[in-house]
């Protein structure tokens, strides 16, 4: 489908499979999310498997990059992406994702995140870039 076709489901699918929160967005550009790494994110020594972490830091990149773009009407794609895991993170952590865009234009996002465990500790550090289409 073009682009100018396709809907706009808010908040969308991934996000609520994750169940991911969005609790702020006060600061185009920024975006913070919650989420519990539960037991369906599990790998088989019951740690949150790290792609679940990275489609967390992907969503809320992707959310900042579109509150970055203000009144545009706009896609969000993301081009690439690199994530670092820094520590274990346990089934049944409360997980804290903030998103930022560290520089942006017209066509691209550049986007940092980080999430931190409940105790403030810092758990995954990711990077994307994310290219704009215009939508109607």
């Known amino acids: 489908m073009p682009p ?3 809907r706009v489901q808010v908040p969308p699918n991934c996000d609520l499979t994750l169940g991911m929160v969005c609790v702020d967005k006060r600061e185009p550009g ?5 989420m ?5 994110m599990s790998n088989p020594v019951g740690l949150v498997q790290g792609g679940f972490l990275a489609a967390m830091c992907d969503s809320a990149m992707g959310a900042s990059s579109v509150t970055y773009a203000r009144d545009r009407k706009v896609f969000s794609a993301n081009a690439e992406i690199k994530v670092s895991f820094l520590k274990a993170v346990p089934v049944g952590t409360a997980l804290t994702c903030t998103a930022t865009v560290i520089a942006g234009g017209q066509r691209l996002a550049f986007v940092e995140a980080e999430v931190v465990d409940g105790a403030g500790r810092l758990v995954v550090k990711a990077s994307s870039t994310y290219v704009y289409t215009q939508r109607d």
Request: proline residues 0%.
């Open 4 to 6: 100018s076709d396709r």
């Open 30 to 34: 920024r975006t913070v999310w919650r």
């Open 36 to 40: 519990v790494g539960d037991e369906r």
